[in-house]
């Protein structure tokens, strides 16, 4: 973010002789060398990867010779042979990330409220509810694959006789079950975060004021956690749309529960046609882009104040 | 309004790492046949060579190398040993290849990698005679042939056997009719009949294989350039186990099997029959073993008579990157030779590629059940021999699975399958 930030403060700096502004644009200049080298670091893992992988999907796939063929790895993701499985993977990537991501939020807000009270034992509390945030999502995904096993604990603790990764309804639960196991802790992280910054007092002057705990939750907690709780769904949003691990090992992408991630594997590793997978992969970056860019439009979620950047940059941006 | 532009670049950026999965498969790496031999500095290349191999699960091929490293110590062996995945095996190679690096002079390829490996040039062709003679299973060399031409050294095969309770049962069943009679026992023991693997993954499309070739039916033609599934033979084929599915004779879990899975369901005495590889035989005849001495083997059944096993195993294959592939062809030659397969049979517990060894007393004492196997291997068909075998196994293991779940009928799955199948092969 600084990169942006010094970015844009150098430039009306340029054509004025103020004494002040001459020290800024100094600082200015300095800022930008300094980061010059994280920008080519950027350009190098993220810009060039991007680039490459939307060049190579204007190219065929063919063992040998791999002709220039514009846009039609384009269409046959999004109307010719493989719409299809496209299609139903964008789907199920969406509706995955809706329900979990709502399930993660209600049990993470949740989650924070009961580890922002003061009792005994809280500290033990709040490391506890992190663990599944630790653990790795492709051990998670084998801890809740044995779980779920026909013979497994879930099986026998319910007393259901559910294969579960068997069937298409089963499936998606068991998937959203471990996701929403995993990252509903990393909602509540970053909700406690924003909880602990509300003064005590604001509660105490509703409390004389005569307002419930329910009033209390609405008008204050909730209002003012909202920038934290907004940051948490977007970090969500992004990671939920680009699932792989999850249903990868779970289900391996069976009954219905491949997601966009696993076709674009699917295609660029195990299939090696990295034409095809280029172009699903550039498809995926879109829908995600879009999807993140409307979020973030319609609430108006300011990131950057968020994760705690403090610059001086609102004086002068302006 | 600026904010809103920042979050939506950090939105970017985040989102841009993504594409970074497409790209480790590189563009370039596909290379020609004609251009791919790199200059070999040692002009006679001969010296030290780096075997790749899977992980080693049974502990003993530094034993192996270090039988060639003692006779050739100018030409010495090192052992890489990759991950135990097969998918990440082949991941490995494929970037090696793609490098042209020759880091890897030999890869440890399974049977179904051979003819895209070979198809995209990254292999050395192999001399017939040195390493496909009389002497080696005819099932193993098929699978190291592609286009007439031999690229690897066929090195451990693998067959499926019918593993059953020789308690309950007294003949086992050599037709699929006769083993669906035998349902009755698992009923009246209030066992399962039947089980293999049917989760929609590489084992999917070995045991459809199975049901299919049995039937006498084929996915593709003999060299793999056009479709043949479109049959009466391959539909009776998937209709059995569909009906075997829909009538209970297979464990309904058995449609989250892989090999451990359905192993256990046998292992812990609650189902009669199981199709799975020969390794089960160890942990069943273990001590402490719920089965122990109540279980036997034989070939899987078919529509008339036996059936036939998808074959599996391991070939050798030298890297058209390597400096040294002189000694690369040695070396893969005697891997192949009666001093190392002893090894591979009597210390590895593998199956050898050497037909005389199935015979051997001194062998069949280690692992009685070499000649099963042999019965097993010599009725065995390869997996689709083609460069797209990953797309051909995705589309076989997608509409087999969709007529095992009941999604649709038979008829129509083997109809789908015909159409991907034809997508399949033509990229």
Redo the contacts between chains.
Sequence with gaps: ?SL?TSL?KRQPATTSSDPARDIREKDGRLAFWLVVPSLIV?TI???F??V??FV??L?G??????PFVGGDNYANALWG?GSAEFWDAARFTYFFTAVSVVLEVLIGVAMALVANRAFRGRGLLRASVLVPWAIPTAVAAVLWKWAF???GIVNAVTGWDL?????EGPSTVAIIVADVWKTAPFVALLVLAGLQIIPEDVYEAARLDGANARQQFLRITLPLVRPALLVAI?FRL?DAL?MYDLPAIM?????GTTTL?VL???S????????Y??A???L??LL??IT??LF??ML??????QAGVRTPRKKD?E | M???Q??????????????????????SG?A??SDGSPAAEDAEGVGPITFASGKDLTGAMPQLIEMWNEMHPEQEVTFLELSASP?DQR?SF?QDFQAQSGNYDVVWGDVVWTS?FA???WLEPLDAEAVAGDDILPAAVESATYDGQVWAAPFMTNAALLFYRSDLIDTPPTTWAELREDCAIAEENDMQCYAGQF???EGLTVNAAEAITSAGGAFLSEDGASVAVDSPEAREGLQNLVDMFDEGQID??A??FQEQ?SANAFLDGSTLFLRNWPYVYTAASEEGSEIAGKFDMTVLPGIDGPGSSSLGGINLGVSAFSENKQTAKDWVEWMQSDEAQRVLVSVMNQASVRTDLYTDPEMVEVSPYLPNLQESLMNAVPRPRT??Y??VS?AIQQNA?AAL?GDVSVDEAITTMAADLE?AIA?
């Excluded at chain 1, 660029?268 to 046609?273: A, E, P, V």
């Excluded at chain 2, 979050?7 to 993504?18: P, S």
């Design positions: 973010m942006i844009t950027l893992v993220i810009a990867p991007v490459w992988s190579r999907s190219y796939d063919g063992i040998g010779a791999t042979n096993d026909p013979n294969i579960w990764t068997g069937a977007l992004l680009r289900t391996g992408g069976a009954n991630s674009v594997v699917q660029s590793l195990s299939q090696l046609k990295p034409g997978g280029g699903l992969a550039t995926t970056f995600i882009f993140a860019f973030v439009r108006n979620v300011n990131a950057v104040e941006s | 600026r904010t809103t920042r979050i939506a670049m950090v939105a970017a950026g985040t989102a841009a790492v993504l594409a970074l999965a497409s790209c480790s498969s590189d563009a596909d020609d046949p998918d991941t494929v895209e198809a995209r040039g989760a929609q993954y309904p879990a449609i989250t899975e460069p797209n990953n797309a995705l699975y779940q997508l990229e």
